[in-house]
């Protein structure tokens, strides 16, 4: 654990930042949202909810005052490029994006979980969880598929 900002600052310089999208913008995602803005070598590129306002709240809270609504995944790339950042409604976003190279669920529905895992996976996203249901009843099954996909699965305890 010891390095991690030295590894994320040296990553910045090099690839530029890991490209993060983060669906559920409530409490887990919302603080994500404002931990990755704070972070060295992370960028929360696109946020995701059902609630549209509250993605977009969610990065205007962690203060990123313009912030773009997109529909399709080159609306999202083309607007990344841009250095700016992204809200909608639509999960697949989070998947189809070629630029995103992290999708963090935190939409804390364990069914909304199973597709969002699956699909990230399957499009061979890095996938970290913030469901802990969803983590109990199939994570060993995401972390087989994860692990021959060549991606990397992580569940994150709420507590931490």
């Known amino acids: 654990m ?4 030295d590894a994320l600052c040296e990553r910045e310089l090099q690839k530029g930042p890991i490209r993060v999208a983060i669906i559920g913008a ?5 603080y994500m949202v404002h931990q990755l803005v704070t972070a060295k070598g992370m960028n929360p590129n696109i946020v995701i909810d059902v609630n549209v306002e509250r993605a977009k709240s969610a990065l205007t809270n962690a203060g990123i005052a313009e912030s773009v609504f997109c529909h399709t ?11 700016k950042h992204v809200y909608s409604g639509l999960a697949e976003l989070a998947w189809t994006t070629p630029e995103i190279d992290v999708v963090v669920e935190a939409t804390g529905n364990p069914f909304v979980y199973a597709n969002i895992a699956f699909n990230s996976i399957f499009k061979k ?8 249901e969803g983590d ?14 060549g991606v990397v699965y992580t569940a994150m305890s709420p507590a931490l």
């Open 26 to 30: 409530g409490t887990m995602g919302g």
């Open 136 to 149: 109990v009843v199939i994570g060993h099954i995401l972390k087989m598929f994860a692990d021959n996909a």
């Open 125 to 132: 996203k890095h996938l970290v969880s913030f469901n802990v």
């Open 73 to 83: 995944p080159a609306e999202v790339a083309a607007t990344i490029k841009e250095g």
């Open 2 to 5: 010891f390095g991690i900002n």
